[in-house]
């Protein structure tokens, strides 16, 4: 596939969402977009269920949550919709699991979780859902793996992940989920491990190269991308944001040596991320400025290089973000404020 130019890529001001939000969770399935909970401008978790369509640019309402939550994990399973854990408006986690039918238009609650967890990593495969990691109540991290089985309504117990965590990252690849990153406490760790569905057993992979709160990870081809972040302050150390991209290719099964050279242009946490045409994508977030990002940039795999990109309409910091229909999504976040901005980031059919 030929890699577009940056001068392809253009900025497109989308319907906004019906309310400001921070930390709603977005899901595709069947062409379109859904927007799931979140917390309003007083930290206050919505019970708000919104659906996008690209094709009329609209957001519509949906039956509202019946557990109002943030932060919470979603999957599609066919045509029903999963919401796993988050926060209740007690701003404690969660155990409650709901199911939305699509085609019904209706809610369902379904088994719980063995505990109350938020910052649970999700991922489905062949109509069952793996649900790792997680914090309880108790503010510990979990090391749990749970898979539930929809034709049962089910929760099993797997192997423990060998690192307790939550807040980590999760993809499916064939039949091996890879889990990376996360917290314990409020630390972020560089643990990284990847659990065989077929043989039901775990196994250890080499640390992200170094240890970044508010990073982002994207795939792209057979590679992994860690970009930017935070390094936490400790003792007598200063927190410093980061250009830092470590690159970890899934066939040699190692993080590769990167220059300086090919770190990102600009330092940044907090911020969008995504792949987009064979390049990777990063856009907004906070850096040393006193303000929230707009700039955006775009890193060619076969430059070894990032470009600068359009700037975005509205410059934001933790932002939901999804990639639908060669458009990388910038949905509510913060700027100042809660933003109700839904932007995306398109390639040129030309």
């Given at each position: 596939?030929?890699?577009?130019?940056?001068?392809?890529?253009?900025?497109?001001?989308?319907?906004?969402?019906?309310?400001?939000?921070?930390?709603?969770?977005?899901l595709?399935?069947?062409?379109?977009?859904?927007?799931?909970g979140?917390?309003?401008?007083?930290?206050v978790?919505?019970?708000?269920?919104?659906?996008?369509?690209?094709?009329?640019?609209?957001?519509?309402?949906?039956?509202?949550?019946?557990?109002?939550?943030?932060?919470?994990?979603?999957?599609?399973?066919?045509?029903?919709?999963?919401?796993?854990?988050?926060?209740?408006?007690?701003?404690?986690?969660?155990?409650?699991?709901?199911?939305?039918?699509?085609?019904?238009?209706?809610?369902?609650?379904?088994?719980m979780?063995?505990?109350?967890?938020m910052g649970?990593?999700?991922?489905?495969?062949?109509?069952?859902?793996?649900?790792?990691?997680?914090?309880?109540?108790?503010?510990?991290?979990?090391?749990?793996?749970?898979?539930?089985?929809?034709?049962?309504?089910?929760w099993?117990?797997l192997?423990?992940?060998?690192?307790?965590?939550?807040?980590?990252?999760?993809f499916?690849?064939?039949?091996?989920i890879?889990?990376?990153?996360?917290?314990?406490?409020?630390?972020?760790?560089?643990?990284?491990?990847?659990f065989?569905?077929?043989?039901?057993?775990?196994?250890?992979?080499?640390?992200?190269?170094?240890?970044?709160?508010?990073?982002?990870?994207?795939?792209?081809?057979n590679?992994?991308?860690?970009?930017?972040?935070?390094?936490?302050?400790?003792?007598?150390?200063?927190?410093?944001f980061?250009?830092?991209?470590?690159?970890?290719?899934?066939?040699?099964?190692?993080?590769?040596?990167?220059?300086?050279?090919?770190?990102l242009?600009?330092?940044?946490?907090?911020?969008?991320?995504?792949?987009?045409?064979?390049?990777v994508?990063?856009?907004?977030?906070l850096?040393?400025?006193?303000?929230?990002?707009?700039?955006?940039?775009?890193?060619?795999?076969?430059?070894?290089?990032?470009?600068?990109?359009?700037?975005?309409?509205?410059?934001?910091?933790?932002?939901?973000?999804?990639?639908?229909?060669?458009?990388?999504l910038a949905?509510?976040?913060?700027?100042?404020?809660?933003?109700?901005?839904?932007?995306?980031?398109?390639?040129s059919?030309?």
């Amino acid at each position: 596939m030929e890699v577009p130019s940056v001068k392809d890529f253009q900025w497109k001001r989308l319907a906004p969402l019906p309310s400001r939000r921070v930390y709603c969770s977005l899901l595709e399935t069947g062409g379109q977009v859904y927007a799931i909970g979140g917390c309003d401008d007083n930290g206050v978790p919505l019970d708000c269920f919104e659906v996008y369509s690209p094709e009329a640019d609209q957001w519509t309402a949906l039956p509202p949550l019946p557990t109002a939550r943030a932060g919470v994990a979603v999957t599609a399973l066919g045509k029903r919709i999963m919401v796993i854990g988050g926060v209740g408006t007690s701003q404690l986690p969660l155990k409650v699991v709901e199911m939305y039918n699509i085609d019904e238009g209706k809610w369902k609650k379904r088994s719980m979780l063995r505990e109350e967890a938020m910052g649970i990593s999700v991922t489905a495969k062949d109509y069952r859902v793996y649900a790792a990691g997680g914090m309880g109540l108790d503010l510990r991290p979990h090391n749990h793996l749970q898979h539930y089985d929809m034709l049962k309504d089910m929760w099993l117990s797997l192997a423990p992940m060998p690192t307790a965590r939550y807040a980590a990252t999760s993809f499916l690849r064939g039949s091996k989920i890879y889990v990376l990153g996360g917290r314990q406490s409020k630390y972020a760790i560089n643990a990284f491990e990847v659990f065989d569905i077929e043989t039901r057993s775990w196994t250890k992979f080499p640390n992200i190269p170094s240890k970044r709160a508010f990073s982002s990870f994207v795939t792209l081809d057979n590679r992994l991308y860690s970009l930017g972040g935070l390094r936490q302050g400790r003792l007598y150390r200063q927190p410093k944001f980061l250009r830092t991209m470590d690159v970890f290719d899934m066939e040699q099964g190692g993080w590769l040596k990167m220059e300086r050279s090919f770190f990102l242009k600009k330092r940044r946490a907090d911020f969008v991320a995504g792949s987009l045409s064979g390049r990777v994508i990063v856009a907004g977030g906070l850096g040393n400025q006193p303000t929230v990002l707009d700039t955006a940039e775009a890193f060619h795999p076969g430059k070894n290089k990032w470009e600068a990109l359009p700037a975005m309409l509205t410059p934001r910091c933790a932002c939901s973000s999804i990639v639908i229909k060669n458009c990388l999504l910038a949905v509510g976040g913060v700027n100042q404020g809660l933003s109700d901005a839904v932007e995306a980031l398109c390639v040129s059919d030309a």
